[in-house]
């Protein structure tokens, strides 16, 4: 039956994903509605989130940022779609990277490295990206079978194998560790409660996940910062910023932190552009 369902929405989402830019926006313009006035989806959450991470503004302020991102969450889903019918060659326009030559040192250096990053921008493109070596994203299945592969679909569009599941990283990582390999990881969500690292970001203690600095730092491997910048609707450039180049050498949780400083920057100068509908702070300090 998940198969069937794959298939039904593929039937829906191809010949949505041929109409030009402009209409598929227009109708992201009407979804942005329905969704932000009409539904409120998660709305409740997402301006607690953010009074919570802005402390110092007032509602009017919130209730701007809150719409903003409202308006953009409804273009990110359209965008999604859209890439369906992409070329190689539009997917390097649509994505690109602003500064390849960080990678190609490791590359030239015959390391790997680990990519942390976040659900910010278009997080859905970061595995269609063109490198000069190979990027391995580690990805949390989802639950319905069918979603799970209409998405794995959508990421593995232009790079077969591209991503690989979460629980297996580890596996993966050490079973390839003689090869020159860019291993991703969206690392903002909430993780589970045998975290044990706590950062302040965002004006709030925050649990965050660190099995990306535990793997970088087994192999030794430099760990980078991926930012996806918007330029314009449905575009974007990705920077690259070192957060270490040795992982091994650091005490432990620095680099999650370094990881947690640099995305707060990214989020405080353009705040529209990160999942606030996202229960981060649903685990509490002093809960444990």
């Known amino acids: 039956m998940s198969t069937l369902y794959y298939w039904l929405f593929l039937m829906v989402l191809y010949p949505l994903a041929c109409l030009p830019g402009r209409v598929l926006f227009a109708f992201s313009d009407v979804l942005y509605f329905l969704v932000y006035y009409v539904f409120g989806y998660r709305k409740s959450v997402t301006y607690t989130n953010l009074a919570r991470s802005f402390p110092e503004k007032n509602y009017g302020e919130i209730k701007k940022i809150a719409r903003q991102f409202y308006r953009y969450f409804t273009d990110l889903y359209i965008e999604t779609i859209r890439s369906l019918c992409f070329s190689r ?15 190609e040192r490791y590359r030239q250096e015959g390391r790997s490295t680990v990519i942390v990053t976040a659900h910010y921008g278009n997080w859905e493109y970061f595995s269609r990206l063109s490198l000069s070596f190979p990027l391995k994203v580690a990805y949390k299945p989802q639950r319905v079978r069918a979603v799970d592969k209409l998405m794995t679909h959508l990421r593995t569009h232009y790079q077969r194998e591209c991503i690989v599941p979460m629980q297996q990283m580890a596996r993966y990582m050490l079973r390839h560790k003689t090869e020159s390999w860019n291993y991703m990881f969206i690392a903002d969500q909430s993780p589970s409660p045998q975290s044990k690292c706590w950062v302040r970001f965002l004006n709030q203690e925050t649990l ?3 099995g990306a ?50 995305m707060e920057q ?11 509908t996202h229960k981060r702070w649903k685990r509490r300090r002093e809960d444990r």
Request: include cysteine; glycine fraction near 2%.
């Open 89 to 103: 060659a539009k997917m390097d326009r649509m994505a690109y990277i602003e500064n390849p030559e960080v990678l």
């Open 208 to 210: 965050f996940f660190g």
């Open 213 to 262: 600095e535990k793997l970088a730092r087994s192999l030794d491997l430099p760990v980078l910062y991926a930012e996806m910048l918007r330029t314009k609707r449905g575009q974007y450039r990705v920077l690259f910023t070192p957060v270490c180049e040795h992982a091994a050498r650091l005490p432990e949780h620095e680099i999650t932190r370094r990881y947690a400083a640099l």
């Open 266 to 276: 990214s989020i405080l100068r353009e705040p529209a552009y990160w999942l606030w």
